[in-house]
């Protein structure tokens, strides 16, 4: 009879191959699911573990984790709450595996992980069905690849006892590079511990896998690894720009803030960019200016004045990009301008900025008791749907249901048609 003493309970375990006592259920102390193989048991107590867990060692060195070790840890190695598991992203409540960078896993992500990087196919993979467009399962449309932490549409390996989805081509991963854009070291696959951005497209994956190096605190996303070497998008600018994979700091001439490592460039406009400033919207409509703005990547000044952006009310530097209006020479950062979705829309073309600007210079010309804050096009007109008026607190917008007799608190007629309310 195999006996293994444990450091989370007092009496001795006794091995079951689980093959005996088929009827009787029992779950795992360690993970909290139900035990269907080999464990160990007291059975005095009521206390299970799975072969696996019960065997788990002590303290881990994690290839997904290089900075520190992770320590088995029985409950939350927190004083308030339970952690979120940083491989399935549910709540921890049972073993945890715990590192001083506040990263935690199940005791079976931490072990099913392990399985990725060794490549144990049979037992990680036990579906290899692309999920088409068709697919009827709208959750599993939903599910994003563990690895990248994209949709799983098109290309997908898929785990059904452990909940665990990998893309394919994720599954094929190299646990290291070289790299182009990172000449010192080599970068490795991990764990985004330190919720770094992304070098090449400057956004944060917080959950998944990317490609790091720890010492000099750089990381890309895999999909980021080899990107595509030209991107064109003709609504923001008109020639497409090429990557470049130099170490070379710059300010960037769209938003006007500095980039590091990777840039884009046209070459017809001598133009250097980050990536995700590519695709920004030529025009908008913000919520902080009568007009529509327009993107321009520098502004003249014969008056060698100074600009302050409305917004944060520091100086605009007018050799970079920003947003302005010439009729106003109202001026505001990039980044200012885009902080929040509800501050702005997008205008798509530039017959309808044009349009917009001039149908609100006619109705401000004509109408200095109010100014236009949201405007739509219906039909071949311009309407205003929203206004700031000056005899009231709050904006008013545009509605055509007469409900009940109302009557304007301006001329004090009855309203049978549309009129503006609160």
């Not at 598991?85 to 992980?113: D, M, P, Q, R």
């Not at 460039?265 to 960019?273: D, H, K, M, N, P």
């Not at 010439?326 to 200012?336: A, G, P, Q, T």
């Amino acid at each position: 009879m195999e006996v293994l003493p444990h450091f989370n309970h007092v009496h001795p375990l006794v091995f079951n191959d689980g093959r005996s006592h088929k009827s009787e259920e029992v779950y795992c102390c360690a993970c909290g699911e139900l035990v269907s193989g080999p464990r160990f048991s007291c059975v005095n107590c009521g206390f299970h573990l799975d072969k696996n867990y019960a065997e788990a060692p002590v303290e881990m060195n994690h290839p997904f984790h290089r900075k520190h070790n992770l320590k088995l840890m029985t409950s939350s190695p927190y004083v308030e709450g339970n952690p979120i598991c940083g491989f399935c992203n549910n709540i921890c409540e049972k073993f945890v595996y715990h590192c001083s960078c506040n990263l935690v896993f199940h005791i079976k992500c931490a072990f099913l992980s392990y399985k990725f990087l060794v490549k144990n196919f049979r037992e990680l993979v036990h579906q290899d069905k692309p999920i088409s467009s068709e697919c009827h399962s709208q959750e599993l449309k939903r599910v994003q690849c563990f690895a990248c932490q994209k949709s799983l549409l098109e290309f997908d390996y898929i785990s059904h006892d452990s909940g665990f989805y990998l893309h394919k081509k994720c599954f094929k991963l190299p646990l290291e590079i070289s790299h182009l854009s990172h000449r010192y070291h080599s970068l490795f696959l991990e764990f985004n511990s330190d919720h770094l951005p992304c070098q090449i497209c400057q956004e944060t994956q917080h959950q998944g896998l990317v490609y790091c190096c720890s010492t000099c605190m750089f990381v890309l996303h895999i999909e980021c690894v080899s990107p595509p070497p030209t991107i064109e998008d003709p609504s923001s600018h008109e020639h497409p720009f090429t990557r470049c994979l130099r170490q070379l700091p710059f300010n960037c001439d769209v938003c006007g803030t500095l980039g590091n490592y990777v840039s884009y460039i046209c070459l017809a406009c001598s133009l250097i960019i980050h990536k995700k400033c590519i695709s920004l919207p030529r025009f908008i409509k913000s919520i902080w200016h009568d007009h529509p703005i327009s993107h321009k990547y520098f502004v003249v000044d014969n008056e060698c004045t100074t600009h302050d952006c409305l917004i944060c009310h520091k100086e605009v530097n007018i050799e970079c990009g920003s947003y302005y209006c010439s009729k106003c020479k109202f001026i505001i950062h990039v980044n200012c301008a885009l902080q929040k979705a509800r501050w702005y829309y997008k205008i798509e073309l530039k017959d309808d900025f044009d349009k917009l600007l001039n149908a609100m210079l006619e109705v401000g010309t004509m109408n200095p008791s109010f100014s236009v804050r949201k405007m739509m096009k219906i039909g071949e007109k311009m309407i205003n749907i929203e206004m700031e008026h000056f005899s009231h607190q709050h904006n008013l917008v545009l509605s055509d249901e007469v409900k009940e007799r109302r009557y304007c608190d301006g001329c004090s007629q009855l309203i049978l048609t549309s009129f503006m309310v609160v």
